[in-house]
């Protein structure tokens, strides 16, 4: 009877360690084995540095270690979006000479040219993955050191992108010039950042077979051999895989063009199958990597954000056999009758807002992809045991006012639903895809003091075009060129984040080595102080304005009302961020439930408030004595009228021009949204200085400083 004791107890200690979300006093932040720790994090992906390329012949060489096995090896070639014009020769693999290449996409065989070993290839300004790849014959053994060589030119200077590859789905790298996931982990760990994210295959074999770890397994081991002190955080692709969708035709999403593609969400067969292979990842991740896992982000549909696929392209889904019989379940269940699902026609409507029965089909896939969610949750929460933690992609409630077919096409207006389950600890998204440029204000695409009221923790995903970036991703267009203009941003986001009491992690999402200098670390390193200070002194972010949304109004608004939705939702958060003060956001059921305690109420979309609603309202503002409610019309909002109305509420204004402006306890953070001197009134007097530099720069209540635009500055203001 011993040695299953002895079993027991090994498998016991892989569930040692414990990461959790704690929200004293309101204020969320992680804590790790009872110890609250700053939510920084590094998120990256096994990939090269880029090959620069110039106008002469040079000699190319390299070697790496393969991290996985093939016996139909490829090596990839990919030219980025400079054009140019691109020469290669000789190129050997271990010595022996590649000699036939294929063309990806195959349409594109035009723009390659080959002589006398010579490949020549024409590169243009395309969105399209161009690239050509090598015959799938390459034999690579785990473990073993490969050599590279060829010769190369380009005109004008381009580089290049090159890694070897196991082809499959999904495509398994198995190597390539020298890695920058492993440099920028160490980058991290410098200065203090131990939480790694990245991702991970979901190993989801057909019946009969054997599960294959080994891809998995080399995954974690990378990381901590870059940092044997790191805390995982794996992204889990919960997309079903090829095999599963072919056995399973009816369970796979339609479209009204006639396209199939994924899962259902509401498809029980999907829900339970994916929960099924989740929980087998997540126990053989405690059991072989516990004591080093802080968490697991399972993410799926769109981009892995849980939001429909194809949201915002034209074809519409929802026409598959699981949605019709999960759309008559859900009518079943409220006592209505039975009905077809909406045609593209009637979803396409011009009007602004849509009819009861679209109302009903909106909420329907609200909660279809909200439930989805939810099991896999509970799937997570309890193969963990109940120690790690479990993060999500969801509650885009502000980014998605612009949507063409209708925000709620995009499944994420049941926030409230998912706030109220107890297995999510973190929520996040990318920071806004809108304003977030040098200049702008970075803001949140969700209700993030919603979700901090629910004791959960937001967290960004910045994913900053920094000035090592490359390629074409969402927010390209706010690439910047130097590590100063890169520094800023990072500063503002950061410091945004430590004041609001959000998570954050660095994404290398180009994995090619965007946050690969140490001196963008430097800044995360000489923030620390600001979350040192919140973790010693919870103070919660309790803003006098709040900018406050309606998820039931967002499920009404039809695809003739998103230019209303698009400058009121979506494009009002620069004039808020910008009004001189911070603001925070919120759902409209949090402060019907005086749950926000704030001066100035901004109601961005209160357009089908019930008359008790508007009664609740204007209540709260009687409340609050000198309290305001500010409606937005379709006309949208400016920041010279945000300060107005917030002047009415005796709200304390920091800036009485545009800036955008964060603050929280003793510490205000500035991001310039134009050039010139900014006054600043500390409302209080006060020695402030300079966090970033440590300088004395004024002395408060109120101080004058030159400022440029996209400049940031981060000032302790002490009594």
């Known amino acids: 009877m011993r040695a299953p004791l002895v079993l027991l107890l090994v498998a016991n200690a892989s569930f040692a360690l414990t990461v959790r979300v704690s929200s004293p006093n309101g204020a969320p932040r992680i804590v790790v084995d009872g110890q609250p720790v700053r939510a920084r994090m590094f998120w990256g992906a096994p990939g090269s540095a880029?090959?620069?390329?110039?106008?002469?012949?040079?000699?190319?060489?390299?070697?790496?270690?393969?991290?996985?096995?093939?016996?139909?090896?490829?090596?990839?070639?990919?030219?980025?979006?400079?054009?140019?014009?691109?020469e290669l020769q000789d190129i050997r693999f271990d010595n022996h000479l590649l000699s036939r290449w294929i063309v990806w996409p195959p349409n594109r065989t035009d723009r390659v040219r080959a002589s006398h070993e010579v490949i020549r290839i024409s590169v243009t300004k395309s969105t399209q993955d161009f690239h050509i790849y090598s015959q799938p014959n390459l034999t690579l053994v785990p473990g073993q050191r490969y050599t590279v060589r060829f010769r190369a030119r380009a005109t004008p200077p381009c580089q290049l992108h090159i890694a070897f590859y196991r082809p499959g789905q999904p495509f398994v790298r198995l190597g390539g010039p020298p890695d920058v996931f492993e440099s920028q982990i160490r980058l991290a760990a410098?200065?203090?950042?131990?939480?790694?994210?990245?991702?991970?295959?979901?190993?989801?074999?057909?019946?009969?077979?054997?599960?294959?770890?080994?891809?998995?397994?080399?995954?974690?081991?990378?990381?901590?051999?870059?940092?044997?002190?790191?805390?995982?955080?794996?992204?889990?692709?919960?997309?079903?895989?090829?095999?599963?969708?072919?056995?399973?035709?009816?369970?796979?999403?339609?479209?009204?063009?006639?396209?199939?593609?994924?899962?259902?969400?509401?498809?029980?067969?999907?829900?339970?199958?994916?929960?099924?292979?989740?929980?087998?990842?997540?126990?053989?991740?405690?059991?072989?990597?516990?004591?080093?896992?802080?968490?697991?982000?399972?993410?799926?549909?769109?981009?892995?954000?849980?939001?429909?696929?194809?949201?915002?392209?034209?074809?519409?889904?929802?026409?598959?056999?699981?949605?019709?019989?999960?759309?008559r379940q859900w009518l079943k269940m409220r006592g209505k009758p039975e009905m077809p699902v909406p045609t593209p026609a009637e979803r396409r409507t011009t009007n602004m807002f849509w009819s009861a029965s679209l109302v009903d089909w909106a909420q329907f896939q609200q909660k279809a992809m909200a439930d989805c969610i939810l099991e896999l949750a509970r799937a997570a929460r309890k193969a963990s045991g109940g120690r790690k933690l479990v993060v999500f992609f969801y509650g885009y409630v502000f980014e998605f006012g612009p949507v063409a077919n209708g925000p709620a096409t995009?499944?994420?207006?049941?926030?409230?639903?998912?706030?109220?389950?107890?297995?999510?600890?973190?929520?996040?998204?990318?920071?806004?895809?809108?304003?977030?440029?040098?200049?702008?204000?970075?803001?949140?695409?969700?209700?993030?003091?919603?979700?901090?009221?629910?004791?959960?923790?937001?967290?960004?995903?910045?994913?900053?075009?920094?000035?090592?970036?490359?390629?074409?991703?969402?927010?390209?267009?706010?690439?910047?060129?130097?590590?100063?203009?890169?520094?800023?941003?990072?500063?503002?986001?950061?410091?945004?984040?430590?004041?609001?009491?959000?998570?954050?992690?660095?994404?290398?999402?180009?994995?090619?080595?965007?946050?690969?200098?140490?001196?963008?670390?430097?800044?995360?390193?000489?923030?620390?102080?600001l979350d040192e200070y919140f973790l010693k002194k919870p103070t919660p972010f309790r803003p006098e304005v709040a900018a406050v949304i309606d998820e039931a109004s967002m499920l009404r608004v039809a695809p003739g009302g998103v230019p209303v939705s698009r400058k009121t939702?979506?494009?009002?958060?620069?004039?808020?961020?910008?009004?001189?003060?911070?603001?925070?956001?919120?759902?409209l059921d949090d402060v019907l439930a005086g749950r926000v305690q704030a001066k100035l109420f901004v109601f961005v979309n209160g357009w089908c408030f019930t008359p008790g609603e508007r009664a609740r309202v204007a209540r709260i503002a009687r409340e609050r004595g000198h309290g305001v409610s500010l409606f937005v019309d379709e006309n949208g909002v400016t920041s010279k009228s945000l300060r107005q109305a917030a002047r009415a509420a005796g709200v304390h204004l920091f800036t009485e021009t545009d800036c955008n402006v964060y603050a929280n306890g003793p510490f205000l953070a500035l991001h310039a949204s134009q050039d010139g001197p900014l006054s600043i009134n500390t409302g209080r007097p006060a020695v402030v200085r300079d966090v970033l530099t440590g300088e004395a720069v004024g002395q408060g209540p109120r101080f004058t400083l030159p400022m440029r635009r996209g400049e940031t500055r981060v000032f302790f203001c002490a009594r």
């Open 410 to 529: 995009s499944g994420h207006y049941a926030l409230r639903r998912v706030l109220e389950c107890p297995d999510i600890d973190v929520l996040c998204s990318p920071i806004s895809y809108f304003d977030r440029g040098p200049g702008g204000s970075a803001p949140s695409m969700s209700a993030a003091e919603s979700v901090a009221l629910a004791g959960k923790l937001w967290l960004n995903e910045d994913d900053t075009h920094t000035y090592r970036a490359t390629g074409t991703p969402p927010g390209w267009r706010d690439h910047v060129t130097t590590l100063e203009e890169t520094n800023a941003l990072l500063a503002r986001n950061v410091a945004q984040e430590a004041l609001r009491h959000w998570g954050t992690w660095w994404m290398d999402l180009g994995a090619s080595g965007w946050f690969n200098d140490a001196g963008m670390w430097a800044v995360m390193k000489r923030l620390e102080q």
């Open 50 to 86: 880029p090959i620069s390329i110039s106008n002469d012949w040079q000699s190319i060489q390299f070697e790496f270690t393969a991290t996985d096995g093939a016996t139909n090896g490829t090596m990839h070639i990919r030219f980025g979006q400079t054009q140019s014009e691109v």
């Open 190 to 327: 410098n200065v203090g950042v131990r939480f790694v994210s990245f991702p991970i295959h979901l190993p989801w074999p057909k019946p009969g077979e054997a599960v294959d770890w080994k891809g998995v397994d080399a995954m974690c081991e990378t990381v901590l051999r870059a940092n044997p002190q790191a805390l995982l955080l794996p992204r889990i692709g919960m997309n079903p895989p090829p095999w599963w969708r072919e056995a399973h035709p009816e369970e796979v999403m339609q479209w009204d063009d006639g396209h199939r593609d994924g899962a259902v969400p509401s498809s029980p067969r999907y829900r339970h199958d994916a929960a099924e292979r989740l929980t087998a990842l997540i126990r053989h991740l405690e059991e072989k990597f516990g004591n080093h896992v802080a968490g697991y982000h399972p993410t799926g549909q769109n981009t892995g954000e849980w939001f429909y696929l194809d949201t915002w392209k034209h074809p519409l889904n929802g026409y598959a056999p699981a949605d019709f019989a999960a759309w």
């Open 569 to 587: 939702v979506y494009e009002g958060r620069a004039a808020l961020g910008r009004m001189g003060t911070p603001y925070g956001q919120y759902l």
